[in-house]
């Protein structure tokens, strides 16, 4: 029987779908695979010397099909990336994978956001990635890089940052009570350097549900007196709040600001979209 995989390769890289009868011929595997391969193959160099090679079957199960649309949502909307790490976390503690078509566009927001690079991203992607990462040599950059720097950390140094304290290094319960202190000032809450913004803005730990209600008072205050714009940092304030908060908590805050000014409606509804979303995130796995 004539190997199909051939012909799979050249409708991808053509930009062509599978033919019903070409898919007859591939096993589950093939045709996952033949899926990863139209979607990745914009991403892959027109001009090859040889056939890609068939990739890594993938060996444990992936999500169920409830969740593809909560995925498709996250990746193809920009605002929504930042839920992305919160969706890899879900999908490992529930042992599943993403479907192999969505990994090229995973690989891709990962080339363009450094942060979103973890070792959480490397564990969720699986074995499919390292094949993937051959194929494009800007997803190869970073993706083999972090693998080299684990195995000789000596030669492949990461490069050097700006001192500055990881607040998601600290303990839980020490963050909590030095954030809980800091927001007792109300001027920490309007500098433009204040170390408390610095810290709920660029942790990735929950926040406390004692500090809800004085953020909520705080950004009434701030509502009123700098109207018809946002101070600088609160918007990244409030999509850290969307982030970091129960969903619901957040949604009955921004849910009463919605009619504010142009300025203001922007990044409430932007912030709202969000904390909307990880509350249908949260509601389907927890269906599933």
Known sequence: MKDPWPDV?????????????????????????????????????????????????????????????????????PIFHRVIPELLEMLQQRHWYLPPEWLPCVMEIATKREALRTPLLWKSLGPTAAWLATQNPDWAIWYFAQLRWKKYPRQF???????????????YQTWKCYVLALAQNEQAWHTENSVLLDVLINSTHPWPKEIIPIWAAQLERTLRQYTPHPPPLWEALLHAAALRTTPMVVLDVLSAHLDKPPAWNKVIISAHDIATLRRRMHEVFQSC
């Open 157 to 171: 140094s990461p490069p050097t940052l700006p001192v500055r304290v990881r607040w998601a290094a600290l303990p």
């Open 9 to 77: 390769v050249n409708a991808a890289m053509c930009g062509k779908q599978t033919s019903t009868v070409l898919k007859k011929g591939l096993t589950p595997d093939m045709l996952a695979s033949a899926y990863l391969m139209h979607r990745a193959a914009a991403k892959f160099p027109r001009v090859r010397a040889k056939l890609v090679l068939l990739p890594p079957a993938i060996r444990g199960s992936l999500c169920p099909e409830q969740i593809i649309p909560i995925i498709a949502t996250i990746l193809q909307n």
